[in-house]
């Protein structure tokens, strides 16, 4: 069946056309299923666009995974397409989530080479069974907190409470704290700049030491912007509570590391003052040992150390008359020990310090870093659809199409979303221009055409639950969102279902409160529209076809010169004669079982 055209009979009174053509409208797959079975059911519900798609990743069982597909299939599914006229996309495994290396601890590479694997793999199987397009991945890059969003909030406690995250940038390793801790830190006087002493409060005589006063990460949000005002230096908060926090603790390990040393510097001159009495003494008892015991227990006396009360055993001393050359010895012995000590003492100071001077150089705002890391990864995966694009001469670009996902991470926000492409972008360019010695405008031509996002406006509308204004004013926020993203070239992908604004349920269009129509309007004006794809997931067994019909019927799309076949057999199968033809006129309320599967008259199947 055919709606992908904008034919009208010469005989209409007038052009019926009000909204936008059904060959823009496709639909998706269910994931967890034979998606060569799946194609043809689409292919007969009249979709122009079918979304292929996985739900399992690695090797896993079932149908649910690229590689399952032989080459037959693959050509197959391929073929299928082409002779119905239909175009295909393909989706990464949904569970395949971020590209940044986000797992247990912080930063893993083989985190990002496994996703990275599972995209190789769809994009191979894209390239087997499309003309190009897009490769639908998901982002979710990192956590982060909804209140960074003017507008947006979650539950005010979590926002006091919210974590803050910065990450080591040699191990990927992340140092997190709350935002409601205090960092402990001396008032200064403002005139003189001066440590302010601290007082009995009573009495207001010196106590000794400094006053000191809590700060919180707000206190750090308002620096941050009072230095960027005076300098335009951007500058994260979480650094300069960090910085401000660690300093704390290098000045301890600086401080202790100076005063071991110190004492090692002391002892070691000490030593050599005895060691120099210790060989003077036995170079005297070789020719006189009474002389050389008395001169050892002169020193002994020198150094402090008397001769025991009689009356009182100390196996320390029991040498100190006996032989009191060796017992000198033992203290010089001693004296080395301590050296030794103190030494231990100055190292491991002086390590802590020098390791934690070194974090501090590689702690990094964990923003930056973690979207480098994702742009990076999504660069390599571009270049590699790239190359299969064009070994395998495809008619169009076959494009990697990072979709906002969740509002709790990154990249489900438009702005987050819109910055990862411009990144992947830029990375891509930067790969084939150092790699491949490309002209610039090239490397840049190429790599816009190669990375574009996927705008789910269903997953968009989720973010209605943390949105602290009107409905009304909600739907504005969104429709500006979109004008924005499409204005600057990012879309180029739509993934189309309905919600009530909390989760995700892929309800039909208009079964929801998505603002459809206003975002598909908005696409229109540009003149750029992309391809669209409703996704089902929230219909009841048997009814996922009404994905589609909805959306006809939401955005106005005219069904006109339908044809209807079925395809049987093997593959490819026959093809049934055309069953009938809608021209200039409507079938009776009285026909059922029309080609949507319903039950329903075409005019009930659409109000009429």
Known sequence: MKFNNDYFNALDKENPYSGIS?????????????????????IFWGASTIEIGFAGRGKEAGRAVPEVYGKEEREAIKQLAKINEVTTSVHAPVNVIGFSGLGEGGFRDEIAADNMQEVKRTIDFAADTTQGGPIVIHTGEFPREISKFKGFESYKKKTKKAPVYLVDERTGVIKGFRRDIEVMVPKVDEKTGEYILKKNKETGELVGGYEYEPRRYDYYVKEAKKKYEETGEKIDPAMLMFKESEQRELQNYEFEEKRYFDNVRELEEKYKGLKKIENSIEEQAKTNLEDAKSSAMLRLRDMGIREPDPFVEIEEYKNYKEDPIKFLKEIIGKSKNQIDFYKEGALSYGRAHATKEEEMKNIKPLEGYAIQKSADNIAKAAIYAYDKEKAQNLEKPLFIAPENVFPEQYGGHPEELKNIILES????ARRLMDERNMDEDEAKNIAKEHIKATFDIAHANTWKKFFSGKEDEFQDWMIVQVKNLQEDGIIGHVHLSDNFGYHDTHLAPGQGNVPIK????ELQKEG???????????QAEGQEYRTLTSAWKVLGSPIYRTSWSEVEGSYFGRTSPTRYVIGGYAPSAEYKGG????????????GA
């Open 22 to 42: 059904a060959r823009y409208l496709g639909t998706s797959t269910h994931p967890a299923k034979d998606q060569l079975q799946e194609l043809k059911s689409r």
């Open 425 to 428: 972008r830029e990375s891509m």
């Open 518 to 521: 206003e975002f598909v309007d």
């Open 528 to 538: 750029k529209i992309p391809s669209m794809i409703i996704e089902a997931g929230g």
């Open 595 to 606: 080609p949507f599967w319903s039950g329903l008259g075409l005019q009930e199947e659409f």
